[in-house]
Antibody
């Protein structure tokens, strides 16, 4: 069965770039849509964006100017970069599979990222 | 963006109770709605997609209904493991947006 695992720094300084990687195991990344979602502590869920296996991307307009999602099929991984972060970016970041473009059916366990100097 | 509004924000219920959670979209989304369950410290888990389709492995006590702007998630007989926060999510248009969550607590 497909499993996802996030990895990356847990602490990022303000104005710097947040970088996370999601490793896909138990299946190929060369299918489906792969996405990032975040959840500030004690709050709700926010869609960040997705990348299709073809390389096509879609980003939340609220973050579009600062977000890049990329794919590394040789490593079965996809990555998130969010630039110019502020404390508002402090959240649990989840990677997830976006099934047929409608619902998120497989999630990673999440990784907490804190933005602080 | 389409706004999703859940009610109530929290509900207290006992084991065996029937629980209904409502989700309203700010504009029509046909049947493009999903429901998730999230337990503390865990990732959300998909329960229902396209408004009423049960995700594989999810107990049949969970059901979803609705179309257009108004949707419901029903737990027919609440079990101890069902105490959690539930979120709806619209999949009609990008960006996908989520409701604010409904916390189901022990009475």
């Amino acid at each position: 069965q497909v499993q996802l695992q996030e990895s990356g720094p847990g602490l990022v300084k303000p104005s710097e770039t947040l970088s996370l990687t999601c490793t896909v195991s138990g299946g190929s990344i060369s299918t489906s849509y792969w996405s990032w979602i975040r959840q500030p502590p004690g709050k709700g869920l926010e869609y960040i964006g997705y990348i299709y296996y073809s390389g096509r991307t879609n980003y939340n307009p609220s973050l579009k100017s600062r977000v890049t999602i990329s794919l590394d099929t040789s490593k079965n991984q996809f990555s998130l970069k969010l630039s110019s972060v502020t404390a508002a970016a402090t959240a649990i970041y989840y990677c997830a599979r976006l099934r047929e473009g409608d619902s998120f059916d497989i999630w990673g366990q999440g990784t907490m990222v804190t933005v602080s100097s | 963006d389409i706004q999703m509004t859940q009610s109530p924000s929290s509900v207290s219920a006992s084991v065996g109770d029937r629980v209904t959670i409502t989700c309203r979209a700010s504009q029509g989304i046909s049947s493009w709605l999903a429901w998730y369950q999230q337990k503390p410290g865990k990732a959300p888990k998909l329960l229902i997609y396209t408004a009423s389709s049960l995700q594989s492995g999810v107990p049949s006590r969970f059901s979803g209904s609705g179309s257009g702007t108004d949707f419901t998630l029903t737990i027919s007989s609440l079990q101890p493991e069902d105490f959690a926060t539930y979120y709806c999510q619209q999949a009609n248009s990008f960006p996908p947006t989520f409701g604010q969550g409904t916390k189901v607590e022990i009475k």
